[in-house]
């Protein structure tokens, strides 16, 4: 039997997977900082700066109220 749910819940699962999957980039990049240098660190702050643009997004669409 099919039962229709609110899109939310998929919705905050799929961000609950993006930002889980950014946590398995984000440790070995950490674990070898040294050998990877500025150039490292600022491919970095990219990184997390277009993860934080798209929580800032879907923050701003109210895609992440729960109720």
Known sequence: MWS???IRYYV???MFVLFDVEAVFIFP???RLEVYGVFGLVEMAIFIFILALGL???WRKRLLRWV
């Open 29 to 31: 990049w950490a674990t």
């Open 4 to 6: 229709q749910s609110n």
């Open 56 to 58: 800032f997004y879907a």
């Open 12 to 14: 905050f699962a799929l």
